[in-house]
């Protein structure tokens, strides 16, 4: 079992629709949690982070941690079609490179 | 802004040749990352770098070797490239813990 799950999509709405994305993961002791969004031939760059359980907002964008389902969110509100790219899902437990895990990425196209 | 730089956007290598895979940074960070993004299994790392001359495994180092002599500059060496090591190679660093700043990466391909 992979120790974060997270569905590839593609994933494709019309815009201002509200998008879901999602990760599951299955090690308790992850601490951060992070949504990286990555545009076509870009490095990710990251857009929002949480520490533990609860909600966090950033303009249209919601971060949502659920320690006790191990399963995390990202919402987007009014979807634009510059919101197209892939997102991933990360966490770690520790403070060192080798505790940082990535989701596999969900790619999503918003249409005008 | 952070600005990290990878030496090359696309390479074109041979089976057995040795590579080299050039990343800087320019915001004096300590902590530097070398990934290779494969469709369907994300990101995984291939080493990482907490200080100059130090080096730890990631979770997929066979085949790979690493070099830090100055803070700025992180590189990744594929001693005798093989056609399983053609993907996408991403260079990030970190001061912190949870943000890293990833450079544009370098689409290598072994023939």
């Known amino acids: 079992q992979k120790e974060v799950e997270q569905d590839p999509g593609p994933l494709s709405v019309p815009e201002g629709a509200i998008v879901s994305l999602n990760c599951t993961y299955s090690n308790s002791a992850f601490q951060y949690f992070m949504w990286y969004r990555q545009y076509s031939r870009k490095g990710p760059e990251l857009l929002m982070y949480?520490?533990?359980?609860g909600n966090k907002e950033d303009g249209r964008f919601t971060a949502q941690v659920d320690k006790s389902s191990k399963y995390i969110s990202l919402f987007i509100r009014d979807s634009q079609p510059s919101d197209s790219a892939t997102y991933l899902c990360a966490m770690i437990w520790g403070n060192t490179g080798n505790q940082f895990y990535f989701g596999t990425g969900t790619s999503l196209t918003v249409i005008p | 802004d952070v600005k990290v730089t990878q030496s090359s956007r696309y390479l074109v290598k041979r089976t057995g040749e040795k590579v080299f895979l050039e990343c800087v940074q320019d915001?004096?960070?300590?902590?530097m990352f070398w990934y290779r993004q494969d469709p369907g299994l994300g990101l995984r790392l291939i080493y990482f770098s907490y200080d100059v001359k130090m080096k730890e495994k990631g979770d997929i180092p066979e085949g790979y070797s690493v070099s830090r002599e100055k803070k700025e500059r992180f590189s990744l060496i594929l001693e005798s490239a093989s056609t399983n090591q053609t993907s996408m190679y991403l260079c990030?660093?970190?001061?912190?813990?949870?943000?890293?700043?990833f450079g544009p990466g370098t689409r290598l391909t072994v023939l």
């Open positions: 949480t520490y533990s359980s």
């Open positions: 915001m004096d960070h300590e902590n």
């Open positions: 990030a660093s970190s001061l912190g813990a949870y943000e890293q700043f």
